[in-house]
């Protein structure tokens, strides 16, 4: 894997400079708090101590991006806390600096509290799975939303959320999409990241989140993650009526042992569906979910807004 990529979960260097420089702006523009003190959360202390260790050791970013096999733009992210970094990353630190099982520490504390208990679940098998078959009905899927969409629909929230909350979150969603990022320089069935496949009905795409603006930019990015080797996004059109899930959002994470479960989500709560006769159930009407939907080259012309 090239240098400008990141170890698991790659995108491109320029893609996820340009995606933390996006957050941290449109987070200040509308007040959101940006975490600049140490102190201020494990997220802050994580950053600053990776910075000391770097500094204090006569490194810059682009040697520690070599060591550990990271993009200069994810160490940058990581030093200001616009990102969540992950366990091997951290490892890959303690083992540069010397410091034992600090950072690894470290990153499990921040880890813990970014992420709701019942939440942090399904991130654990999103990063593990195989494959991902997605169904959603009101909205875009978070793996595939815009940092403006998906403030959008964070802002709605409630009870209201605080602006740090709204910040953390937003990191969050960003740093979990980076699962969907390929090497490019590997051949399509060495490609290590999973396999995804989002269903989305229509109306998810008429709904206004925020302006027209954020929902154009909003099908740009799903016409350009639609190009992408292990990604499939499918469309089903108003006109066909009900569909056999009626609206209800799920979605089907295989592992790579071929076990699968279910992840269904409340407001407030999320439950899990684990009984082989019932995940059966789900993949039978994600069959016929997709059977209903337009191809892959139809959903394309759709998003932007030719003729089917």
């Known amino acids: 894997m090239s240098r400008c990529q990141l170890r698991s979960g790659a995108i491109y260097a320029n893609r996820a400079d340009n995606l933390t420089c996006r957050i941290w702006r449109s987070c200040v523009e509308s007040g959101v708090a940006v975490a600049s003190d140490p102190y201020s959360s494990p997220l802050a202390f994580f950053a600053e101590k990776l910075k000391r260790l770097r500094e204090s050791a006569g490194m810059t970013q682009a040697e520690v991006a070599e060591h550990t096999n990271y993009a200069l733009s994810t160490v940058s992210a990581y030093e200001k806390s616009r990102r969540i970094p ?178 269904l989500e409340d407001p407030n709560s999320a439950h899990y569906v684990r009984d082989k006769d019932d995940v059966n159930r789900y993949s039978l009407i994600f069959d016929h979910l997709r059977a209903s939907a337009l191809d892959d080259e139809q959903t394309l012309r759709m998003l932007r807004g030719e003729d089917i």
């Open 86 to 263: 992950p366990l091997d990353f951290a490892v890959a630190v303690d083992e540069l600096f010397g410091t034992g099982e600090e950072l690894a520490e470290l990153q499990k504390l921040v880890e813990s509290v970014s992420l709701v208990p019942w939440f942090r679940d399904r991130v654990e098998v999103e990063r593990k799975a195989r494959e991902i078959q997605e169904y959603e009905s009101y909205q875009v899927p978070g793996l595939l939303q815009t940092e403006d969409y998906a403030k959008a629909i964070m802002s709605v929230t409630r009870p209201k959320i605080s602006a740090d909350e709204l910040y953390r979150a937003l990191v969050l969603r960003m740093t979990r999409q980076d699962i969907l990022g390929v090497d490019h320089e590997l051949p399509v069935d060495q490609v290590q990241t999973p396999r995804y496949w989002a269903v989305i009905d229509e109306s998810a795409l008429l709904r206004t989140v925020g302006n027209p603006e954020i929902m154009q930019a909003q099908r740009d990015h799903l016409v350009e993650m639609a190009q992408q080797p292990n990604v499939t996004i499918q469309i089903i059109p108003n006109q066909k009526g009900p569909t056999s899930a009626y609206g209800r959002a799920f979605t089907i994470l295989v592992s790579h042992n071929n076990s699968s479960v279910v992840y």
